[in-house]
């Protein structure tokens, strides 16, 4: 249960970045997002929040304690 929460919420953080960052800059274009970057302390908390999302989802330290319990099974023979 516990990767299911972290992921979850990891892709949920994710998920919220992107829609804050295509409503900050009136588009979800990527090609429109690097040509005119926006800018500003909301662009800044949904680059985080994008950031945690990635690193939940990968499990790459600090949130990799999820892993190990989530791949604990019997090794195939």
Do not use: C, R, Y
Request: proline share 8%; charged share 5%.
């Amino acid at each position: 249960t516990q990767a299911l929460l972290v992921t979850t919420f990891g892709g949920l953080a994710m998920l919220v970045g992107i829609i804050v960052i295509g409503n900050i800059a009136g588009t979800f274009l990527l090609s429109e997002l690097i040509a005119d970057p926006p800018t500003g302390v909301a662009v800044s908390v949904a680059v985080v929040l994008i950031l945690i999302g990635a690193l939940s989802k990968s499990a790459i330290v600090p949130m990799h304690f999820w892993l190990p319990g989530a791949m604990a099974a019997p090794t195939p023979v």
